[in-house]
Structures are given as C-alpha cells and as structure tokens.
C-alpha cells in the first residue's frame, strides 16, 4: 500500500521533471486530452522504468546529501567573491562590491611575485614529476625477474602512505642545520648550509621530495597499461630485429599513449593547484619570497586575517585558471590523438 | 586494451609464451637491462636510506646523532628519545583521537559510497546521467577554501569531530572506483534472478552485493582511512580544543617548529632532546600504516587499476 503509494508521487515528480512539454500541453490542451496525455506518460518506457526501479534513488540519498552540502553549497558560496564579506556575515543581505575584490588582488604588488611562484612550482614539478613515472614503469615492466620487479614496486610505493606532516618533518631532520645533509656536507669540508631559510632551496626541496614520496605510485597505472600490451607485437618485432629498447620506443610507448594523454590532461587541469597543505608546512621565514603561493595566500587572508570575500575572490580566480587549463588540454588532445577525459 | 590490463595484474609472471621464444640477446640489448638494473637498485636506495637512517636514529644516542656519526647503523644504542615520546601525554591523545576518527569516518564513507556506486551502476537507475554529472563535476571544480570552511562554520561544527570526520565522506574518485567494480565485476544475471526471487533492492544490496564486494570494500577502506589517518589541515583550521588534535596536528608542532641554533648548554640538551623526540614520533606515527603496508598493498595497486578503467 504504502509503496503504491510512494509510486505514484514518484511518478508526478517526474511528470514535473518532463519539462516545458508536458506543462504546455496540460495547460492548453482540454481536460480529456489532458487524461490521455497522462495516461500516455503514465506508460511510456521512462515512467515504467520510475516505477519498477525508483528504490535506487534510496541508495544515493547518504552520497547526494553530503556531496550538496559539503561541495555544492561552498560553490554557491562563492557568491561572497563579489561582496564586501567579513565572517559572520549572511551572504543574503551582503554589500555587493562586483569585481572589486579581483581588481584589488590584480593591482596588489604581490599578485605577479604569487603567481610567478605558483606557476612555477607547478611547472618546474610538472617538468620532473610527469615523465618520471613512465620512465620507471618501463623499466620495471622490462625487468627479467618478476620477484625482484615485484618487491621494488612494494619499495618504490611506500613512501606514498607516509603523511605531509611526516614527510615535511623528515625533510626538516635531514636538511636542518644539523641534519644528515649538513653533517656530510661539513665532513667533506663544507660549509653548513640552512636549507629551510634559504630561497634557493626551497623549490628542489619541493619537487625532490614529492617525486620521491609518489613516483612510484604514479607508476602504477602505465604498468597495469604496459601489462596489456600486445605481445605479438613485441614477438614481430623481435623477428625483424628489434632490440629491447628499440621495442620499447616503437611498441610499448605507442601502445600506451593513451594513458599518457589522460594523464597529461589531468595534470595539465591541476597545474595551479599545487598541494598547499605540504607548502604551508614548508613555510619559513626564510623561504617565504618563493613559498607563498596563491593558495596559501587565500589561507593566510581569509582564514587568518578573515578577509572572506577577497580570499574567495583568489581561490575563484586560481581554479577558473585550473579549470579552462583542463578545457584547452582536453581540446588540443581530442582534436590532435582522440584521446580525452570528456 | 585496459580491460586486459586488469586481466594480467601488473605483477603477475610473464606469459610462458614469451619464454618459447626468447630471440638471442644482442649486446646493445645487454647494455640495455645493465642500465635498468642499476637505475632502480640506486632509486631502490633513494626510496629506503632515509626511512632506514629515521629507523637507525631514533634507536641511536642524541650525541652521536648530532655529532654526524650515525649513517648505516645505530650508535650507543639508547631509548631515551622513546621514554621521552611515551611521557607525552600529548602524543597518545592525539593517536586515540586519531584512531577514532579513522574508524568511524572509514566506516561511514565506504558505506555511503558503497550505496551509491551500486546505484550509479545500474543501467536501469532513474535520472542516470543527471547523477554521474552530479558527482562528476565536483571532481573539476569546487567551492574553494573560504566557502568551504563557511559551510562548516555555519552548521555549528567548529570544534567538533563532526568537522574531522564528515566533510570528505564521499570522494567522486572512489565512487567511480567502486561503480567500475560493479559494473565489470556484478554480472546482470545475478541481479535478475534476486529480482525473479522476490528479493527487494535493499535485500539484494545487503545479502548478494555486499559479500561479493569484499575486494573493493578493502580497497576502498584502506583508501579512507590512510587519507583519514594522514590528514591535518581540516583539524588545524576546525579545531581549537587540542584535546580534540589528531595525530598529524600534533606532530605538525613536534615536527615543523622552526630551526633554533645552539645556545646554553641546558638549550643544547633540550635541542639534542627534542631532535631525537622527533627521528622517535616519526616512526611511532607511522609504524600502523607501515606495519599493515606490505600485507594490503596489493590492493592499493588494484584500486589504480580498476580506477583506470572507463566505461
């Protein structure tokens, strides 16, 4: 009974879902044609399919509900971008201020120094971080022993589980003042050398250590696409002469081309979003001319200082970057390889 | 081709085919594999000297530490730096803060994802597309940090666990993860002929979906939990009450305060001290996830792999 019940409510639902279509014609049409209308609907392939499997909507509930809350309503809450916005504020009644907020981080002395900085981490790790795993996965999948290409994989992605605090306070121990680094350094007659103070530094420090914590994991997934690549033509290759290596230019890194496009849409579409979070641990006095990226900025203005609405204004600005970054990298690919995400 | 990827798990031993007809190996070719093999015996290195040296630290006297004369093995072999971390109070409430906040997060994301996958998974589910868009657009774009945090606020979860353990809940990236799985891993008869039995959705989901699902109920628990567990930067804009710091934020004082060069002799005692607190709190950190590492990441790697896959 009940469920009928709850059928049938369904299935107005849907008839609202329908669209201007189905409005227009109950409003124009007359009260008959009406009941046919609906008749016509209450058996068409769609309002069948409501009836008989409406109950899955029930297992999205828990999934929709967090999602809306916790990443479409923060979207709707970039609305403070454009106002005057100060914590505590109700983004219903607040100062609207257009464009002022992007105008002010545009003329800030700051904004070219911030975006140098980000584009640049990203890029310079972009450089070291993108080929690294496709050079590894080829060498690990040409390796002869299984056992050994096995147990360097369980190495190679160890570090992968270790946490930034963990990580960033391991790279403190080993380049602090009287850390390892400095004490080889000192015994082969040089000079100690305050890495975390020092702006050179802090960027090879970055890139190097986030290599070493997920190269090998990034690798993965080239070697399950390397794992299923044709082998006879690997074996005709070998008739014609072809040595490993020459195999591994012609045969495996075609085949997994792929892959390697998708891969490089995705990281293209995250080239300004930089991980803040092992930033903002790096942070020093002494390093903050090259470490102070646009998202630690957005934290430091609207977290810390509780400029709401010029932070939003920022973190809108960096992931419209990121996002038409991703559109044009998905384009050029679709246009040139057919290769893309969407 | 990626749905062959799967089949041959990246591991698994070469096809005895390959071995029939093993062409004879040129020098160029030797040259080749000598280059390989030294490559990754020194990127083998790379990736464990300086988890062995955190390890042989940790074991070894401040002094020697210090003094620069630990590289391979522990010198004046001492625990100071463990009874030290052991009298922290600070230290074990974070790890129990830390443990139930992974626990209970854990168990919640993986059924909500689960749920939703298996619906996402259905051809036969109403409004389909609208839902995979739904999900699929928070995987490109977002609200932001302030936002973000305004949400937060303004449900009154500051400063409470609710701000550690519901936000991330369900991940679009496992969802699809754990969609894939069903879809190439839930054949359409098994659901027909529960349908045929009389068996309603929640009962099919319950009793037939949930015991076949094990292999990614791991991969997705193991995938929620290291994020839970190794996660501090919600807990250090949410929380103020360091009763209620996770592991990671306490470590984040521990680990990252600033360099401080010697002074006094008492200041270098508490340098040398505080240095070997922090080679010791690495390793209690991180010593469950490393212990459980070899035996789960397996799995891990299946997640990448099935996550790969496009329908």
């Not at chain 2, 522990?74 to 626990?103: H, L, Q």
């Not at chain 2, 949930?210 to 807990?235: D, E, K, T």
């Amino acid at each position: 009974m009940e469920s009928n019940l709850l059928q049938t409510e369904g299935a107005e639902a849907v008839a609202d879902v329908a669209g201007p279509a189905s409005d227009a014609a109950a409003t124009s049409e007359t009260q008959g044609e009406k009941v046919s209308l609906w008749k016509k609907f209450k058996n068409s392939f769609f309002a069948r399919n409501f009836r008989k499997n409406w109950t899955y909507l029930l297992f999205l509930i828990p999934a929709v509900a967090v999602t809306f809350i916790f990443a479409y309503i923060p979207m709707y809450g970039l609305l403070i971008a454009f106002q005057d916005f100060m914590p505590g504020d109700n983004i219903w009644d607040g100062r609207w201020v257009g464009f002022d907020n992007f105008t002010k981080f545009f003329s800030d002395p700051m904004f070219w120094p911030y975006m140098g900085n980000t584009f640049l981490l990203c890029i310079l790790g972009f450089i070291i971080g993108f080929p690294l795993p496709i050079i590894v996965a080829v060498m690990l999948h040409t390796t002869k022993n299984k056992k050994i290409a096995k147990f360097l994989q369980t190495v190679f992605n160890g570090p992968h589980f270790i946490s930034l605090v963990v990580l960033v306070g391991m790279l403190y121990l080993f380049f602090g003042r009287y850390g390892l680094v400095n004490n080889i350094i000192e015994s082969m007659g040089g000079e100690r050398y305050s890495f975390f103070l020092s702006e050179g530094a802090f960027r090879p420090m970055y890139i190097l250590s986030s290599n070493w914590q997920d190269f090998g994991w990034s690798s993965i997934i080239y070697l399950a696409a390397l794992s299923g690549v044709d082998q006879a033509q690997h074996e005709a290759a070998q008739i014609d002469g072809a040595s490993r290596f020459q195999r591994i230019l012609h045969v495996d890194l075609p085949a997994i081309m792929p892959i390697i496009s998708i891969m490089l849409i995705m990281s293209i579409g995250g080239l300004m979003g930089v991980g803040y979070e092992k930033v903002l641990l790096m942070q020093t006095e002494g390093n903050m001319g090259v470490s102070e990226i646009i998202a630690t900025y957005v934290y430091k203005q609207g977290i810390q200082r509780g400029n709401a609405g010029y932070a939003t204004a920022i973190g809108l600005f960096n992931s419209v970057i990121n996002l038409v970054l991703l559109i044009i990298a998905n384009t050029t690919s679709k246009r040139f390889s057919e290769n893309s995400l969407f | 081709m990626e749905n062959i990827a799967l089949q041959n798990e990246v591991t698994s031993p070469a096809p005895v085919k390959q071995r029939r007809k093993r062409v004879k190996e040129t020098a160029g070719d030797r040259v080749y594999y000598i280059i390989t093999y030294v490559i990754l015996a020194l990127l083998a290195l790379i990736v464990l000297y300086p988890l062995w040296f955190v390890i042989v630290a940790s074991f070894s006297s401040a002094e020697a530490v210090f003094a620069g004369k630990v590289y391979l093995w522990p010198v004046d072999i001492d625990f100071s730096g463990y009874a030290k971390c052991f009298e922290r109070a600070d230290i074990w409430i974070g790890y129990a803060n830390t443990i139930w906040y992974t626990a209970v997060y854990t168990v919640i994301s993986v059924l909500f994802t689960l749920a939703a996958a298996w619906a996402l998974s259905r051809k036969d589910l109403p409004f389909r597309k609208f839902w995979m868009i739904f999900f699929t657009i928070t995987m490109f774009f977002g609200g932001g940090l302030i936002p973000f945090y305004n949400v937060v606020s303004d449900l009154g979860m500051l400063n409470t666990p609710f701000a550690i353990i519901l936000p991330g809940t369900v991940s679009a990236w496992n969802l699809f993860m754990a969609k894939t799985f069903f879809q190439t891993g839930v054949p359409d008869s098994i659901v027909e002929a529960a349908e045929l039995d009389g068996a309603n959705r929640a009962r099919l989901f319950v009793s037939i979906i949930l015991p076949i699902s094990a292999p990614i109920i791991a991969v997705l628990s193991l995938y929620y939990a290291i994020g839970q567990w190794n996660s501090y930067f919600n807990a250090m804009i949410f929380l103020n009450d360091s009763n209620l710091y996770p592991l990671q934020l306490v470590l984040r004082d521990i680990l990252t305060s600033a360099e401080s060069s010697a002074g006094g002799d008492s200041m270098y005692e508490n340098m040398l001290l505080a240095n070997q607190l922090k080679y010791v709190t690495v390793i209690v950190s991180s010593l469950p996830v490393f212990c459980l590492y070899p035996f789960v990441q397996k799995y891990f790697a299946q997640g990448v792999l099935v996550g790969s896959l496009k329908d």
